[in-house]
């Protein structure tokens, strides 16, 4: 058994997510610049599922101003802007159960792909969506 | 108002009824688990003689939480009441609020929503017997068996979009169809985990060590589970034939035919230790497999909801009135959800939840009678707690505390492993034994 393990793992990929580089640069600015420049590439993570509920995206164009999503949204996720009828939320607070999208009577609300969400600032533009 | 005991009386009483005993408090609190709890032992020599356990440390609010928002937000904050059972909770509010506001599910719903606590029950399970492992010292199976655990949440992730709180549940049917395309993966995971059951039985309950370390520990007998109303594997590992799916069917249950499981069932004699508790576990697995399979062939076509849309869905809830009360056999056993709902009010009006190891904590007393030190780990973990109570151990003694981290007491537990099994086996020492 462990033998026979053992050797299997000899040809396995590993199922965790790569370290995005292949081998550790000496400057991680200098790496993340060049892959920027287009000279390197980074190792994509692994790919998510066809139904994975991400960060939510908004179309502000579609969006008529009817607040649903924010009497539905469990997290307080969800601001309403009076001014503009329109709404802001921030990522930080969102537990992704897509309810939002589902009670949107316009389609203006939709799950994304997008999950590396981690930042120094809560209030930075990736995470305020508006 | 309860009469209030100074914990300072209570603790000077058990004391005196046991002036050889050195006093051996465990917890109270640590912020990872749902219900913060503390333990104390009376301990004479490396025997237990008496344990007294105190919950409420850890008390959240999250029922009056739920009474200040509308039913669609309650429903998420149920899912969040535990972070393993993430099914169970909604699983029990829905049919609490639809038994309240008179809503039908269509049956593809209710099958659909068996399929998802079952591969809970899976993970689940595979879960515990990871951390079972862990606390007898054999870290090897530890990380075997939370590898295997990866698949079920693969497909869990596949089906509903997260690998934890899936957000399916939703009252009046679910919120996400299981498309035939999806059958193949599922039934291929399935398959994957009945090869694996042989393997399974040869590690858990074929392993002299492990048999060593928990036959005749921590026995509960069946006529203490039944006094104790013990829930769930624990109540089964006793020999009770008790169990929500078979005596209060719902959802798609009543077409499946679900028995209750105990040892009896694997050909073994029911004795309520420890090694029981992983037998109807493991058989548990085996269930749910059979389960799944049952639902993918006899699954109807049709609806997957009573209100496509949401805010219809809301407009009715809101004029609902009336009380209900939901049932799930959640891995751990029985979860319960109570809720009032008043025309005109958006928010219940009185939200009840019963987690299943509230039911459980008695059945630790007979449990901890008479073992040893060694043996809190497993016996505490048996019952499938959040075991991360574990964290702080103090020991006071002629008035000197002095404080045990996790490490140490798992580290005892992994040095009587090494005793046990040096007597039973070939010299095999944990974690190395493969």
């Known amino acids: 058994m462990i033998f026979k393990a053992l050797f299997l793992q000899l040809f396995t990929r590993p199922v965790t997510n790569r370290f995005p580089a292949k081998y550790m640069p000496t400057s991680v600015l200098g790496f993340l610049g060049k892959v920027q420049e287009g000279k390197a590439k980074i190792v994509p993570p692994v790919p998510v599922t066809e139904g994975f509920r991400g960060k939510i995206a908004y179309d502000r164009e579609k969006c008529i101003g009817c607040q649903l999503c924010i009497r539905v949204c469990p997290a307080q996720v969800i601001e309403f802007k009076p001014e503009e009828k329109k709404i802001r939320m921030y990522v930080t607070r969102c537990t992704y159960c897509a309810q939002c999208v589902d009670v949107c009577p316009v389609g203006a609300l939709s799950r994304s792909q997008e999950f590396l969400l981690a930042d120094y600032d809560r209030f930075a533009s990736n995470l305020v969506v508006e | ?434």
């Open chain 2, 1 to 434: 108002m309860r009469e209030k005991v100074k914990p300072e009386e209570k603790t000077e009483e058990l004391t005196k009824a046991c002036p050889t005993c050195f006093e051996v408090p465990i917890g109270p609190i640590h912020p990872a688990l749902k219900e913060g709890i503390r333990f104390t032992f009376w301990i004479e020599g490396e025997r237990i003689r008496k344990v007294d356990i105190r919950p409420g440390f850890m008390h959240r609010g999250i029922e009056f939480m739920g009474t200040k928002r509308n039913l669609i937000q309650v429903l998420y904050l149920a899912e969040r009441i535990c972070g393993i059972c993430s099914i169970s909770h909604p699983l029990a509010i829905v049919q609490a609020v639809e038994q309240a506001a008179g809503i039908e599910v269509p049956p593809r719903a209710q099958y659909i929503r068996v399929i998802i606590g079952e591969l809970e029950r899976i993970h689940s399970h595979l879960l515990w017997a990871g951390v079972a492992a862990h606390e007898l010292g054999f870290d090897t199976l530890l990380h075997y068996v939370w590898k295997v655990r990866e698949p079920v949440l693969d497909i869990l992730e596949d089906l509903t979009g997260n690998r934890i709180d899936y957000a399916i549940p939703i009252y009046g049917g679910v919120r996400r169809d299981v498309p035939p395309e999806k059958y193949p993966k599922l039934k291929d995971a399935l398959r994957y985990y009945r090869s694996l059951v042989d393997d399974f039985v040869n590690f858990f309950l074929r392993d002299p060590s492990i048999e060593a370390r928990t036959r005749g520990v921590g026995v509960l007998t069946s006529e203490e589970a039944d006094s104790l109303c013990a829930v769930g594997p624990t109540a089964r590992a006793s020999g009770l034939r008790k169990d929500v799916r078979q005596d209060w069917p719902y959802f798609a249950y009543p077409d499946l035919e679900v028995k209750a499981l105990t040892p009896e069932d694997m050909g073994l004699e029911v004795r309520g230790d420890v090694y029981d508790r992983i037998v109807v576990r493991l058989l548990e697995v085996v269930q749910s497999i059979e389960l799944i399979e049952q639902c993918l062939e006899e699954m109807p076509e049709g609806e997957i909801t009573a209100f496509p849309k949401v805010a219809a869905l809301l407009a009715h809830l809101k004029k609902a009135e009336g009380e209900g009360v939901g049932r799930h056999e959640a891995p751990r056993g029985e979860v319960i959800h109570y809720i009032r709902l008043e025309a005109g009010e958006e928010a219940p009006a009185v939200w009840k939840v019963k987690a299943p190891t509230y039911s459980n904590l008695m059945p630790w007393y007979p449990m901890f009678r008479d073992q040893e030190i060694a043996d809190i780990p497993i016996v505490a973990a048996s019952i499938d707690p959040c075991i991360c109570c574990m964290e702080r151990v103090q020991i006071v003694c002629d008035g000197k505390a002095e404080t045990l981290l996790k490490d140490e007491l798992l580290r005892l537990s992994w040095a009587k492993t090494e005793r046990v099994a040096s007597r039973v086996t070939r010299q095999v020492s944990p974690g190395r034994g493969g």
